[in-house]
């Protein structure tokens, strides 16, 4: 089953305490530390928003 984990900004862009609370959530549904997130960015380049997808369809899409 697969299940998507998102985290956004609780300002205007994401801290690096925000981050590494995705990293850990992530990590904790059991991705692999291969899979890449989808991130939206700023115009400035700054990071708004993080997601992925874990599980076992993630990981056959990862394979392609």
Known sequence: M???????AADKVMTLDEI????RQVRAAGAAGTASPKARI??????????????????KGDAQ
């Open 2 to 8: 697969t299940q998507t984990i998102k985290h956004a």
């Open 42 to 59: 700023t115009f400035g380049g700054k990071l708004r928003s993080m997601e992925i997808a874990v599980g076992d369809e993630a990981a």
């Open 20 to 23: 590494e609370a995705f990293c």
